[in-house]
């Protein structure tokens, strides 16, 4: 539906303009007052992942950026992306 490609839309751009930050799954819930179980079926059915594993993929997709465009080190990156450690960022970057 229309508004499920809208909604899909709308929490895709609002994740990409936060990739900064430490978001939880409840954050994003609140921001577009939707159901858990709506936003897993939006983002199972047509990003074939999970809303969180999409938030991480985009922060890999940044993290290579910055590796690639900026004179940060990894701590900095992992820093600047919102992750916990560096060993975690490692973790998930590998």
Do not use: W
């Not at 936060?18 to 179980?37: M, P, T, W, Y």
Request: aromatic share 14%; glycine share 4%; with cysteine.
């Amino acid at each position: 539906a229309p508004a499920n490609e809208t909604l899909l839309l709308r929490i895709c751009e609002y994740l990409d303009s936060n990739v900064e930050k430490r978001l939880q799954f409840e954050d994003i819930q609140k921001e577009f007052g939707v159901s858990a179980s709506v936003i897993k079926r939006l983002f199972h059915a047509n990003m074939n992942c999970g809303i969180m594993e999409y938030f991480t993929f985009l922060k890999i997709d940044c993290a290579k950026q910055l590796i690639r465009e900026s004179d940060l080190n990894f701590t900095e990156i992992a820093e600047k992306l919102g992750f916990n450690t560096q060993q975690y960022f490692t973790t998930v970057f590998y």
